[in-house]
């Protein structure tokens, strides 16, 4: 498909003898459609060239060659030079590729490079709560976006599989498994263990000693505490797959905490050897004051069992050494910023290549909150994930059944819908924005919701119903296709593999999420504006081929944060 932008820089680089790659960095979209579909900045361009940013646009327009079949006007307004791109070549170009392309916006941008992204990441033995859905649902747009670019991903669910509050829990076990059925109802069970054996840890210094020990025992392989994890590992896991599925999470890797077990030797000795692990306090720890963090990171406890932040260095270790990796994100919330500056900083001493300690980025995200604070295992105060989704599938069904009782597969429509819902509504907002969790506001089916999108969806599948079908491509006039309206809608499809791009620039779902918005609310003023089924069978065709179009592009786009479209509502 034509690239306008390429086109814009490319001449503007001939003018001014400024890599075209930057000049095309900084063209921009305007505000308003009278400054034209795109906008270059002169501004940057004042102190190199000791000209006013008015007169450098002035000069760059008067010099430009600029093909008129493709850019119809330049304008200058300000320090701006506008640009306004051939109407009619625009609706040719974005139809005749939605007829070409299966997969619309797909493009090959990352051939050859390789993306890990470390997402979900639940704690075993703990109720998959809200909290984890944000991680999961981001992480899994993340993955799913970058492939759509050729990128070669790998997506590890990072377990919270180890550490000490194992040691909690075999110390709880030990002392009161027998009052709980933990096969029948695992996680519920295990977590009433745990809050119990904090409260008892608060309480008496020696149980907590106990704790310490037996995560200890554990990292020795001791046969006991070894069954025991494994068992509360597999009960975990079984109860967690309910919820990827209602998901549709995928994952290429399940290594958790644990997988690093035995790889922590070899980061505590190249520490050791590279004279950044000291003593302190019977802990071995490496000093950061140097590149401006305060906290040191805590290598080896003073009891000798590892932290966190080991599992993390060897984590990385492994990941560079296996998947060559182009680029590491880990996505988790922002309560974790200081730890990953910590493993950030550390893993420059592992003697790994630049080219990995410089591409390791913590994707961060903002809570998930309660009306009443944060949720906490420990306190019991967590709202669990699975809970949630069945409700928002029962709730989407009561709705359904009141919109549209005659409705075939109303649980697999209630489903799609619920889900969709909680997932959009996570993806709505800048990721570190904290979020409420709130009933009324994530089940809301009015506004800029998952459903609207849904409903939008729909509504082109019904208006191409009405119409007969999809009128073939070479049958469509574009010139028919030049209203305000159509050309809003052309102009936002046109942009789908821009915004992908953003997307990837940034790590930030929500721009596909706003530009969804953006496409269904265009799309609906179209559809109020113009009528689509008419007499006049040429411009039916045109405006039925821009509703498949829409439709086509929602469904991709919903598809790539993790949003299955029913077909009706």
């Given at each position: 498909?034509?690239?306008?932008?390429?086109?814009i820089?490319?001449?503007i680089?001939k003018?001014?003898?400024?890599?075209q790659?930057?000049?095309k960095?900084s063209?921009?979209k305007?505000?308003?459609?009278e400054?034209?579909?795109?906008a270059?900045?002169?501004f940057?361009?004042?102190?190199?060239?000791?000209?006013?940013?008015q007169a450098?646009?002035?000069?760059?327009?008067?010099n430009?060659?600029i093909n008129?079949?493709e850019?119809t006007k330049?304008?200058v307004v300000g320090?701006?030079?506008?640009?306004?791109?051939n109407k009619?070549?625009?609706?040719k170009e974005?139809?005749?590729e939605?007829a070409?392309?299966?997969?619309y916006?797909?493009?090959?941008i990352?051939?050859?490079?390789?993306i890990v992204?470390?997402?979900s990441a639940?704690?075993?033995a703990?109720?998959?709560h809200?909290?984890h859905l944000?991680s999961t649902v981001?992480?899994?747009a993340?993955?799913?976006?970058?492939k759509?670019?050729?990128?070669?991903?790998?997506g590890?669910?990072h377990?919270g599989?180890?550490?000490?509050?194992?040691?909690k829990?075999?110390?709880g076990?030990?002392?009161?498994?027998?009052?709980?059925?933990?096969e029948e109802?695992?996680?519920?069970?295990?977590?009433?263990?745990y809050?119990?054996?904090?409260?008892?840890?608060k309480e008496?210094?020696?149980?907590l000693?106990?704790?310490?020990n037996n995560?200890?025992?554990l990292?020795?392989?001791?046969?006991y505490c070894v069954?025991?994890w494994q068992k509360?590992?597999?009960?975990?896991?079984k109860e967690?797959?309910k919820?990827?599925?209602?998901?549709?999470?995928?994952?290429?890797?399940?290594?958790?905490?644990?997988f690093y077990?035995d790889?922590m030797?070899?980061?505590?000795e190249i520490l050791?050897k590279?004279?950044k692990l000291?003593?302190?306090?019977?802990a071995?720890?490496v000093d950061?004051?140097?590149?401006?963090?305060n906290t040191p990171c805590i290598?080896?406890?003073?009891?000798g069992?590892?932290t966190y932040?080991?599992?993390d260095?060897?984590a990385?270790m492994?990941r560079?050494?296996?998947?060559?990796?182009d680029?590491?994100?880990?996505?988790?919330?922002y309560?974790?910023?200081?730890h990953?500056?910590?493993i950030?900083?550390?893993a420059?001493?592992?003697?790994l290549d630049?080219?990995y300690?410089?591409v390791l980025e913590?994707?961060?995200?903002g809570m998930?909150?309660?009306?009443?604070g944060?949720m906490?295992t420990?306190?019991?105060?967590?709202?669990k994930l699975?809970?949630l989704?069945?409700?928002?599938?029962?709730?989407?069904k009561?709705?359904?059944?009141?919109?549209?009782?005659?409705?075939?597969?109303?649980d697999?429509v209630?489903?799609r819908?619920?889900v969709?819902a909680?997932?959009f509504?996570?993806?709505?907002?800048?990721?570190?924005?904290?979020?409420?969790?709130?009933?009324?506001?994530?089940?809301?089916f009015?506004?800029e919701t998952?459903?609207?999108i849904?409903y939008?969806?729909v509504r082109t599948k019904s208006?191409i119903?009405k119409?007969?079908?999809v009128?073939?491509v070479s049958?469509?006039?574009?010139?028919l296709?030049?209203?305000?309206?159509?050309i809003k809608?052309?102009?936002?499809?046109y942009?789908?593999?821009?915004?992908?791009v953003q997307v990837?620039?940034?790590?930030?779902p929500?721009?596909?999420s706003?530009?969804l918005?953006?496409v269904?609310?265009?799309y609906s003023?179209f559809y109020?504006?113009?009528?689509?089924?008419?007499?006049d069978?040429?411009?039916q065709?045109a405006?039925v081929?821009?509703t498949y179009?829409?439709?086509?592009i929602l469904?991709i786009?919903?598809?790539?944060l993790?949003i299955?479209?029913?077909e009706?509502?």
């Amino acid at each position: 498909m034509i690239d306008f932008k390429s086109i814009i820089a490319n001449e503007i680089s001939k003018v001014v003898s400024i890599n075209q790659d930057e000049i095309k960095k900084s063209i921009e979209k305007p505000k308003g459609t009278e400054n034209g579909d795109y906008a270059f900045p002169c501004f940057r361009l004042a102190k190199t060239l000791k000209k006013a940013p008015q007169a450098i646009a002035t000069e760059i327009k008067e010099n430009i060659q600029i093909n008129e079949n493709e850019i119809t006007k330049v304008e200058v307004v300000g320090g701006y030079l506008n640009f306004f791109v051939n109407k009619e070549l625009l609706a040719k170009e974005v139809l005749q590729e939605m007829a070409n392309a299966e997969e619309y916006g797909k493009s090959a941008i990352g051939n050859g490079k390789n993306i890990v992204i470390d997402y979900s990441a639940p704690n075993i033995a703990k109720p998959f709560h809200i909290g984890h859905l944000r991680s999961t649902v981001i992480g899994a747009a993340l993955y799913k976006i970058y492939k759509y670019l050729g990128y070669n991903v790998t997506g590890i669910n990072h377990l919270g599989d180890y550490g000490t509050q194992f040691g909690k829990l075999i110390e709880g076990y030990k002392l009161w498994g027998n009052e709980y059925n933990i096969e029948e109802n695992p996680i519920d069970e295990l977590t009433k263990i745990y809050i119990r054996i904090n409260q008892a840890c608060k309480e008496d210094e020696q149980i907590l000693e106990n704790c310490r020990n037996n995560f200890k025992k554990l990292e020795d392989g001791d046969p006991y505490c070894v069954e025991l994890w494994q068992k509360f590992r597999e009960l975990s896991l079984k109860e967690f797959q309910k919820v990827y599925d209602l998901l549709g999470s995928k994952f290429d890797s399940w290594n958790g905490e644990a997988f690093y077990s035995d790889k922590m030797s070899e980061i505590v000795e190249i520490l050791e050897k590279s004279g950044k692990l000291i003593e302190s306090e019977g802990a071995k720890i490496v000093d950061l004051e140097d590149k401006g963090i305060n906290t040191p990171c805590i290598i080896e406890k003073s009891n000798g069992s590892s932290t966190y932040a080991t599992r993390d260095l060897a984590a990385i270790m492994y990941r560079a050494r296996t998947y060559d990796f182009d680029k590491a994100l880990y996505v988790t919330s922002y309560e974790q910023v200081l730890h990953f500056k910590q493993i950030f900083e550390v893993a420059k001493f592992l003697g790994l290549d630049e080219k990995y300690t410089n591409v390791l980025e913590h994707v961060s995200f903002g809570m998930v909150l309660l009306p009443t604070g944060k949720m906490s295992t420990r306190e019991g105060t967590s709202v669990k994930l699975l809970d949630l989704l069945n409700e928002a599938i029962s709730r989407a069904k009561l709705i359904i059944e009141q919109k549209n009782p005659e409705l075939e597969n109303k649980d697999e429509v209630a489903k799609r819908v619920g889900v969709g819902a909680v997932i959009f509504n996570d993806l709505a907002n800048n990721r570190v924005k904290d979020e409420i969790f709130d009933w009324d506001t994530i089940l809301n089916f009015q506004g800029e919701t998952g459903p609207y999108i849904q409903y939008t969806y729909v509504r082109t599948k019904s208006v191409i119903e009405k119409a007969g079908g999809v009128p073939q491509v070479s049958t469509v006039d574009s010139k028919l296709l030049q209203d305000e309206y159509s050309i809003k809608l052309l102009k936002l499809i046109y942009d789908f593999e821009d915004v992908l791009v953003q997307v990837t620039d940034k790590n930030e779902p929500s721009i596909l999420s706003r530009y969804l918005i953006d496409v269904a609310k265009a799309y609906s003023n179209f559809y109020n504006e113009n009528k689509i089924i008419n007499e006049d069978k040429e411009l039916q065709d045109a405006r039925v081929y821009l509703t498949y179009s829409v439709g086509k592009i929602l469904s991709i786009g919903a598809g790539l944060l993790g949003i299955e479209m029913p077909e009706r509502m």
